[in-house]
Every structure is written in structure tokens, then in C-alpha cells.
């Protein structure tokens, strides 16, 4: 398997609700990446976690809490998000050797928030 | 500080002709640059980097650190080269940071 799978491919939320995104991979990578991509911009990084330990956090607000259960999965929990937070949310995985890996992102999540 | 910059967001060409997309970078040590395609309903995926030297696709890229350019070639441009292509900068001991340009759309016409 060397896909990142990531669930659900669209999801739409009101400013009060709680939602989670969730993330997979099953190629042994030890680095999986959050990132965000509103449409016609590049993807910007949120999070990296490495070996399960969060290394990365680009100053992101706290309504965005990521969580790395184990290695093979990654988790964005949602809370209380605000209509400019709409976008398309990438998960991505690495080996983890150290810097300047390929990636492997997933297809994304389409976030609507109303 | 790490930067990445493509100057065309678009770029049409017919089929056959040649395809330069830019991409200039600011680094002031040694960088490892990538270069990601967007196809249509496709997730983004790696194209190729300059560490390995490859043709992936007819596409190749050279590392020209006097000019501080990656810039992406290919001779004959196919239709279904047509996507969004990111330039990509990881630098050392920056701790899996990977920063992107803001694309260009190749749009290649029969």
C-alpha cells in the first residue's frame, strides 16, 4: 500500500460544531504532515509529527488540534472554526530519515465551514 | 529565510513546443529542491528533485545555484503535461519544513 488515505473527502461544519479529520498510511513512514491549501495558493504547513511526537507546529490556532495515535495514523481535531478556515486539507507522509524527503499526500479533505 | 518563487501562473503552449517553467529560490545555504504536479482530480505528487537527477516523464530540472534557479524543462510539451506545478524548497536541519512556491498552470493545447 503506498497511498495516504484520508476521511472524509468533504465535509461541511457549522462555526460550533466538533469535527475530526482523519489520516492513514501503511508504507512504515515515521513523519506524517498537516497542511493547508485554500483554493489557487500553495499548500502551507500546519503540523509535523515525527515518531509520533509533534516537531512542527507553524503558530496555527488553537481551534486546530492535531493528534498522532500511533505512526500509521494522524488526526485534525476541529472546534469552533471560523468561515475563513474553509479549505482543502492535506495529510502528507515521509519516512522520517531526517530533511528533504518526498512526500506523499493524500487526496484531501474539502472544508466547508458555514 | 527560505523563500520560493514562480513568476507566471499561467503558462499556455501547444503541443510540441517547449516548456520552461521558472522557479527561482532564496537560501543561504545548500537547498534541496523539488519539483510537485497537481493533475486534475489527482492528489499532489512528486515529480522529481535535483538530489537524484532523473527525467521523470521528459521533464527535467537543473540546479543552477549561481542563479539560485530550478527551473523545469521539457522539449516537446504533451497534453496531458497540463497541471499545476509547485517548486519546492527543503532546506538543511529544517526539520522536515517544506516550503512551496505559488505554482504555475501549464496548459498545453492541441
Known amino acids: 500500500d503506498t497511498e495516504v488515505t484520508q476521511t472524509p473527502k468533504h465535509l461541511v461544519m457549522g462555526m460550533t460544531n466538533k469535527k475530526s479529520l482523519k489520516c492513514e498510511q501503511h508504507m512504515g513512514h515515521r513523519a506524517m504532515y498537516w497542511y493547508k491549501q485554500k483554493a489557487k495558493k500553495p499548500p502551507e504547513l500546519m503540523f509535523v509529527y515525527s515518531y509520533e511526537k509533534l516537531s512542527i507546529n507553524e503558530s496555527v490556532p488553537s481551534r486546530f488540534s492535531p493528534e498522532c495515535p500511533n505512526s500509521s495514523l494522524l488526526n485534525l481535531h476541529l472546534h469552533a472554526l471560523q468561515p475563513e478556515d474553509s479549505a482543502l486539507y492535506l495529510c502528507?507522509?515521509?519516512?522520517?530519515?531526517?530533511?528533504?524527503?518526498?512526500?506523499?499526500f493524500g487526496s484531501g479533505t474539502q472544508l466547508s465551514v458555514l | 529565510a527560505q523563500r520560493v518563487t514562480q513568476p507566471e501562473k499561467l503558462l499556455s503552449v501547444f503541443k510540441g513546443a517547449p516548456v520552461e517553467l521558472k522557479c527561482n529560490y532564496s537560501y543561504s545555504g545548500s537547498p534541496e529542491l523539488f519539483w510537485y504536479v497537481q493533475y486534475s482530480r489527482q492528489r499532489l505528487q512528486l515529480l522529481l528533485r535535483?538530489?537524484s537527477r532523473e527525467s521523470i516523464k521528459g521533464f527535467t530540472a537543473d540546479l543552477n545555484k549561481g542563479e539560485t534557479s530550478f527551473h523545469l524543462k521539457k522539449p516537446f510539451a504533451q497534453e496531458e503535461d497540463s497541471a499545476m506545478y509547485y517548486c519546492?524548497?527543503?532546506?538543511?536541519?529544517?526539520?522536515?519544513?517544506?516550503?512551496f512556491g505559488s505554482g504555475t498552470r501549464l496548459l498545453v493545447r492541441p
Open positions: 502528507a507522509s515521509s519516512q522520517g530519515g531526517g530533511d528533504r524527503e518526498k512526500l506523499f
Open positions: 519546492a524548497l527543503s532546506g538543511w536541519g529544517s526539520s522536515y519544513k517544506l516550503i
Open positions: 535535483h538530489i
